[in-house]
């Protein structure tokens, strides 16, 4: 070998060694970190999920030097993003933000769905949870759970409740309670979170299960009070309320979680690699006062506990969407 053809070797080796990081998100600093990583989100701007994207989004730039950009992808009860993502290269340069709609209730709604979350998608992480707390308007009369409880058993069909429409966390987490309690109520759903809340703190409508971080302005400008807590524990922001074991009901148990997934085929040390970054990025303390901010718990687990979670969800909740009779096609 002359040493005229050592440099070009150099650089052909140095190429080939670029080229095998290239399709590596969040990697060690090289050429590729110019390369955004596209973050699809199944909401609008403003939602929960968008807030919790950003919030680690942003970190996630600053702390490896990747460019994160947050595509919202709103409609068609999460199933848009979640089939842009499933077209997506497997390359860990494209992942979406998945709650237990586009993961567990879809595919027990739809006959007909779009995706597959099991054959589309690898779980990277359980970004957040967001606790289930049962609530009541100032109006109503109901002072606690067990009252709401005694009065709902003695006049069957008398009860509504709001909920973010059918088939949503809200509707499910209310219709469990229904069936662990004996009680039989009428349900009332509309286009979102939002607008129910709205409806029960106006007087409208006496009754929901909702997100405390969707409830939480609500409940702190005194237009809402919360009974019961849909969680294993009292909540630290709600020490005074009690959870519905402690009612005698300890299967009414109930959260929305948001977390993160890649196009299935995504190679395993991406999908750690991910899972490291944005496990950083949550424990960082500005990202959790954001998230404290907005009402929500962060999480960050393993790839492992969050697909355990998602089959243990989806055991959970589709027996309880074919007793319902539910379909959305």
């Not at 990202?287 to 687990?301: C, I, N």
Request: include cysteine; hydrophobic fraction near 45%.
């Amino acid at each position: 070998m002359t040493p005229r053809c050592l440099p070009d070797l150099k650089r052909r080796r140095l190429a080939a060694l670029l080229g095998l990081v290239a399709g590596t998100a969040w990697a060690q600093p090289s050429d590729d970190t110019a390369r955004p990583i596209r973050w699809i989100v199944p909401f609008p701007t403003g939602a929960i999920a968008d807030v919790v994207a950003r919030a680690i989004g942003a970190q996630l730039t600053i702390d490896t030097g990747q460019p994160v950009q947050i595509e919202n992808r709103p409609g068609g009860n999460t199933a848009l993003a979640a089939l842009e993502a499933a077209r997506a290269p497997a390359d860990g340069h494209t992942v979406l933000s998945a709650d237990n709609g586009m993961w567990v209730f879809n595919p027990a709604l739809y006959r007909s769905l779009s995706y597959s979350p099991s054959r589309d998608f690898t779980p990277v992480t359980q970004l957040v949870r967001l606790p289930m707390v049962l609530l009541v308007g100032p109006a109503s009369g109901v002072r606690d759970a067990r009252a709401f409880i005694e009065d709902a058993r003695a006049f069957p069909g008398r009860f509504s409740f709001a909920s973010a429409g059918n088939g949503s966390a809200q509707h499910l987490a209310m219709a469990l309670l229904a069936r662990e309690a004996g009680l039989e109520m009428v349900h009332v759903p509309y286009r979102s979170a939002g607008p129910a809340l709205v409806e029960v703190a106006g007087g409208q409508l006496p009754f929901a299960m909702g997100e405390l971080a969707t409830a939480r302005r609500f409940i702190q400008g005194g237009r809402l009070r919360v009974l019961a807590v849909a969680n294993p524990a009292r909540l630290a922001q709600l020490p005074g309320v009690p959870t519905f074991a402690e009612l005698g009901l300890p299967k009414v148990e109930a959260a929305i979680f948001h977390g993160l997934v890649a196009p299935a085929g995504t190679p395993p040390e991406v999908v750690a690699r991910l899972q490291r970054a944005v496990a950083s990025a949550l424990h960082n303390p500005v990202v959790q006062r954001r998230l404290a901010e907005a009402g929500v718990e962060p999480v960050g687990g393993t790839p492992a506990e969050f697909e355990t979670l998602l089959a243990r969800e989806s055991a959970r909740w589709h027996p309880l969407i074919r007793a319902l009779k539910l379909s959305l096609d």
